[in-house]
């Protein structure tokens, strides 16, 4: 069983910045990807930004050059730096862990980008 635990979502206004984090409770290399997902109301579950096997990154169109995925592998931790914040960012955002062919979820933050 893998726990991850996430912080730092909020209320923002439009153009501004927040930055998620993600903690997870094994060791960040035994974990084949992991990185953020988000829902909207009414909409299906997206990816946002992903650290795949090998440290490649995948990101949503619709963030690419505002959102950045990091980690600290000391810390189990993957961070999720947005900027230049829109409305349609506003939704709940979950950390993701894919751990030995299972999908591992956390409880998820709001964000909330309105002004």
């Known amino acids: 069983q893998v726990q991850l635990v996430e912080s730092g979502g909020g209320l923002v206004q439009p153009g501004g910045s927040l930055r998620l984090s993600c903690a997870a409770s094994l060791s960040i290399f035994r974990i084949y990807s992991m990185g953020w997902y988000r829902q909207a109301p009414g909409k299906q579950r997206e990816l946002v930004a992903v650290?795949?096997?090998?440290?490649?990154?995948t990101y949503a169109d619709s963030v690419k050059g505002r959102f950045t995925i990091s980690r600290d592998d000391a810390k189990n931790t993957v961070y999720l730096q947005m900027n230049s914040l829109k409305h349609e960012d506003t939704a709940v955002y979950y950390c993701n862990a894919y751990v030995v062919s299972k999908d591992y979820w956390g409880q998820g933050t709001q964000v909330t980008v309105s002004s």
């Open positions: 650290f795949m096997s090998g440290s490649r990154i």
